[in-house]
């Protein structure tokens, strides 16, 4: 199966290469902004005995971007080689610890669930959820997002449309059904007419 090739903008695909050129993986591993450590609580149960660890001592975690879309991520201190050493199928590096100057896109539209969202009211009396979901690109997005994030509200409000639409198909059917009918007994009206003058 043959890959697409990924489209860039010539000028974030020139920002990315002299990024990672101007320093080596070692400098990058040695310059890596620290992230915040996650917080973890162990706690394990043997012969009725409970220990609980608070505390952990770990590499640390510092943050990588993608050069080509400035997103960032958390990486463990000890993985962070590793995670430099990534490359695009053009051969290029893909991550860095240096934050790019790029700027991201993104969207405008906002995930139904939103406390803007004009059915607001009605999403409220059905006891949904808000979701402070605002960037989304695509109504395509929007329509995964509320799949995947919103599995049972989705089912609700799709649920809903669905049931208009059949009401607004069975309305339709119902008006045609009338029209043929009126048609047909003016058409009838006029037949025996025309026999009773002939």
């Known amino acids: 199966m043959e890959a697409r090739p990924e489209y860039v903008r010539p000028a974030v695909q020139e920002g ?4 990672t050129e101007k320093q080596s993986i070692h400098e990058q591993l040695r310059d890596a902004q620290a992230a915040e450590e ?4 162990v706690s394990s149960s043997m012969a009725g005995v409970t220990m609980n660890a608070t505390e952990l001592q770990s ?10 879309t400035g997103d960032r991520s958390v990486v463990n201190r000890n993985m962070l080689e590793q995670q430099l050493q990534k490359r695009r ?3 290029t590096y893909a991550f860095t610890t240096q934050k ?6 993104y969207g405008y539209l906002k995930c139904l669930l939103h ?8 999403y409220d009396r059905m006891g949904l959820a808000i979701c402070t979901k605002d960037n989304l690109t695509a109504s395509h997005d929007l329509r995964v997002h509320m799949e995947k994030r919103h599995r049972r509200e989705w089912a609700t409000i799709d649920g809903e449309r669905i049931e208009e639409e059949r009401k607004r198909a069975r309305d339709n059917e119902n ?3 009338d029209a043929i009918r009126l048609l047909a007994e003016r058409d009838s009206s006029q037949n025996t007419r025309g026999k009773s003058n002939g």
């Open 59 to 68: 590499a640390g975690y510092v943050y990588v971007y993608d050069n080509r």
């Open 100 to 105: 790019p100057e790029l700027e991201r896109e």
């Open 89 to 91: 199928e053009d051969g």
């Open 115 to 122: 406390k803007d969202d004009p059915n607001r009211k009605l």
């Open 16 to 19: 990315a290469q002299k990024l």
């Open 175 to 177: 008006n045609l059904a």
């Open 38 to 41: 996650p917080k973890v609580v």
